[in-house]
Nanobody, 124 residues
Framework: VQLQASGGGLVQAGGSLRLSCAASGRTFSRYVMGWFRQAPGKEREFVADISWSGPGTYYADYADSVKGRFTISRDNAKNTVTLQMNSLKLEDTAVYYC???????????????WGRGTLVTVSS
């Protein structure tokens, strides 16, 4: 699985950005898709993930720091996963990575495939 994230940029605090991740391969629906982020000088941390278990049935999980502000979604027909980020804060500034794995959870070790990150910068 190859992953390509896009959509990062510079945004003012309180604004919104939408990140997308395009995946290659024909088994996209099997994978749990996750977003992680890494701020300067900090460890890479879990942001959100989403899994699919049948038509119209999705499970999403979020880090406490983004609950109510970020929304993860996926389109299995297009092999894409999206992270809608609203009410952005200065502390959301980071490089955001999409990842794919077979087991849901916030641990980095559960994800086998990683895309190159996309930078999100939130300014005051």
């Amino acid at each position: 699985v190859q992953l390509q994230a896009s959509g990062g940029g510079l945004v003012q605090a309180g604004g919104s950005l939408r990140l997308s991740c395009a995946a290659s391969g024909r088994t996209f629906s099997r994978y749990v898709m996750g977003w992680f982020r890494q701020a300067p000088g900090k460890e890479r941390e879990f942001v959100a993930d989403i899994s699919w278990s049948g038509p119209g049935t999705y499970y999403a999980d979020y880090a406490d720091s983004v609950k109510g502000r970020f929304t993860i979604s996926r389109d299995n027909a297009k092999n894409t996963v999206t992270l809608q980020m609203n009410s952005l804060k200065l502390e959301d500034t980071a490089v955001y990575y999409c990842a794919a794995g077979l087991v849901a959870g916030g641990q980095r070790s559960r994800y086998d495939y990683w895309g190159r990150g996309t930078l999100v910068t939130v300014s005051s």
